[in-house]
């Protein structure tokens, strides 16, 4: 079993910064896994946003975040940090950290609901 716990959100202006982390923890931690920061809007469908591939160290971004939010991966801390740099109002919403549980591609296109295996609580963005 897995464990995962976000921490860092928060409110900020459009055009600020904030950092989100999730600490992992539990059995398998070490095993290499599809990592991602999902965020769901209210209304909206929840949706992955960034991926890493803990043994590859591979990244990747959704269309509406490249090149603003940079996610990254510490495996002695067993940490996933997203980055988010220029934010804008549409990036509100519950950010959750997931760790896949179904090999498959490590790309947000390619990480549906079904592979998570393991969700964190959510942190709130609010970005105005």
């Known amino acids: 079993h897995v464990q995962l716990v976000e921490s860092g959100g928060g409110s900020e202006q459009a055009g600020g910064t904030l950092r989100l982390s999730c600490k992992v923890s539990?059995?398998?931690?070490?095993?290499?896994?599809?990592m991602a920061w999902f965020r769901q809007a209210p209304g909206k469908e929840r949706e992955a946003v960034a991926t890493?591939?803990?043994?590859?160290?591979?990244?990747d971004y959704a269309a509406s975040v490249k090149g603003r939010f940079t996610i990254s991966r510490d495996n002695a801390k067993k940490t996933v940090d997203l980055q988010m740099n220029s934010l804008k109002p549409e990036d509100t919403g519950t950010y959750y950290c997931?760790?896949?549980?179904?090999?498959?591609?490590?790309?947000?296109?390619?990480?549906?609901?079904?592979?998570?295996?393991?969700w964190g609580q959510g942190t709130q963005v609010t970005v105005s």
């Open positions: 997931a760790r896949d549980s179904a090999a498959g591609t490590c790309a947000t296109w390619a990480l549906g609901l079904g592979r998570i295996g393991y």
């Open positions: 539990g059995d398998a931690t070490n095993s290499p896994a599809c």
């Open positions: 890493i591939d803990t043994r590859s160290g591979g990244t």
